[in-house]
């Protein structure tokens, strides 16, 4: 990674994933974008202090305005399996991803949700109900496992994927259901994960200089679906 890199935040919510990459590579320009206008303008609130070198922008992660080869590293977290054709915005994606730079997803799969069998059996929703879910909204509720596939036949190099576990029996012994705090956790999980991989990259573990070996953009996978 360049001392300050370009880095994007492609479907930024409220700004929470961007503020932290912001604080994490303090000479970067960080461009988070989304098409929830409210949300942007509570990210451009809650995080004006690190304002002009992070930005939110409304712009569509199936069309973005960037040019090729913009960014050193692009980062889309929790948002593949929500949106159709998420081939697509991989595809784009990985279109402003400069060549040696970082292409970091955590693309969720519902079909890697696990819970004890019970008289109201959780295997029917998640695993009976996500299926017609997605074929009536044109998403993809699996993406998690197909990600890899379309990264291959991208042609992409060094493409590595992570599964992160999180066993709710092995925490405090709440009802999943009945905790919303439950779920932010283990987000939470998933993020400090993640987090640790981008601090490599910045460390340079990862790092190639494309000036002498151009390659396509790099892939870090982080599937988060082993909830």
């Given at each position: 990674?360049?001392?300050?890199?370009?880095?994007?935040?492609?479907?930024?919510?409220?700004?929470?994933?961007?503020?932290?990459?912001?604080?994490?590579?303090?000479?970067?320009?960080?461009?988070?974008?989304?098409?929830?206008?409210?949300?942007?303008?509570?990210?451009?609130?809650?995080?004006?202090?690190?304002?002009?070198?992070?930005?939110?922008?409304?712009?569509?992660?199936?069309?973005?305005?960037?040019?090729?080869?913009?960014?050193?590293?692009?980062?889309?977290?929790?948002?593949?399996?929500?949106?159709?054709?998420?081939?697509?915005?991989?595809?784009?994606?990985?279109?402003?991803?400069?060549?040696?730079?970082?292409?970091?997803l955590i693309p969720e799969d519902y079909g890697m949700l696990h819970f004890q069998r019970a008289?109201?059996?959780?295997?029917?929703?998640?695993?009976?109900?996500?299926?017609?879910?997605?074929?009536?909204?044109?998403?993809?509720?699996?993406?998690?496992?197909?990600?890899?596939?379309?990264?291959?036949?991208?042609?992409?190099?060094?493409i590595k994927v992570d599964y992160v576990v999180v066993d709710n029996a092995a925490g405090p012994?709440?009802?999943?259901?009945?905790?919303?705090?439950?779920?932010a956790r283990r987000i939470r999980r998933l993020d400090r994960r993640a987090n640790a991989n981008?601090?490599?990259?910045?460390?340079?573990?990862?790092?190639?200089?494309?000036?002498?070996?151009?390659?396509?953009?790099?892939?870090?996978?982080?599937?988060?679906?082993?909830?």
């Amino acid at each position: 990674m360049p001392a300050a890199p370009r880095i994007l935040d492609a479907g930024c919510g409220t700004g929470e994933g961007a503020s932290r990459l912001a604080e994490l590579f303090p000479l970067a320009h960080v461009l988070g974008v989304d098409i929830v206008d409210p949300h942007l303008e509570l990210a451009r609130a809650r995080y004006a202090s690190l304002a002009p070198h992070l930005t939110f922008e409304h712009q569509s992660i199936f069309e973005l305005e960037a040019a090729d080869r913009s960014f050193d590293l692009t980062v889309c977290r929790h948002v593949l399996h929500s949106i159709p054709h998420a081939d697509r915005v991989i595809a784009e994606l990985a279109r402003v991803t400069r060549r040696g730079g970082y292409l970091h997803l955590i693309p969720e799969d519902y079909g890697m949700l696990h819970f004890q069998r019970a008289s109201l059996d959780p295997l029917d929703f998640w695993h009976q109900v996500a299926p017609s879910f997605e074929k009536g909204t044109g998403t993809d509720l699996f993406i998690g496992r197909h990600a890899f596939g379309i990264l291959a036949a991208m042609k992409l190099e060094e493409i590595k994927v992570d599964y992160v576990v999180v066993d709710n029996a092995a925490g405090p012994a709440r009802n999943f259901r009945g905790d919303p705090g439950s779920l932010a956790r283990r987000i939470r999980r998933l993020d400090r994960r993640a987090n640790a991989n981008l601090k490599r990259i910045r460390r340079g573990v990862l790092q190639s200089d494309d000036r002498q070996h151009p390659r396509p953009p790099r892939l870090r996978c982080l599937d988060g679906s082993g909830r």
